[in-house]
């Protein structure tokens, strides 16, 4: 079954920057498209970021959009989130998927001073 492991969260400062990773497996990673979530406490999970399988079309959320940035490395088998001039609203735990029903632990971001 699809399985991911979500790394990179840490406590920073506002406008700093982090890069999450997401190394999956379970799936033929090259055929699919990926997706960058987060959860507040107490709320759904929210897209953030989506690339599809070859890459070549990438869609944000309002409002993380030219701060946050999607790539992958299907040689790794993993996604990664860009995350520049962060925010105190950014913070939440941040997952990532591929449509399927299983998710990872996330990894949790903090922005605050």
């Known amino acids: 079954q699809a399985h991911f492991v979500e790394t990179g969260g840490d406590l920073v400062q506002p406008g700093e920057s982090l890069r999450l990773s997401c190394e999956a497996s379970?799936?033929?990673?090259?055929?699919?498209?990926l997706t960058w979530y987060r959860q507040y406490p107490g709320k759904e999970r929210e897209m953030v970021a989506h690339?599809?399988?070859?890459?070549?079309?990438?869609n944000y959320a309002d409002t993380v959009k030219g701060r946050f940035t999607i790539s992958r490395d299907d040689a790794k088998s993993t996604v990664y989130l860009q995350m520049n001039s962060l925010r105190p609203e950014d913070t939440a735990v941040y997952y990532c998927?591929?449509?399927?029903?299983?998710w990872g632990r996330g990894t949790q971001v903090t922005v605050s001073s």
């Open positions: 998927n591929a449509g399927f029903p299983y």
């Open positions: 379970g799936f033929t990673f090259t055929d699919a498209g």
């Open positions: 690339i599809i399988a070859d890459g070549s079309r990438k």
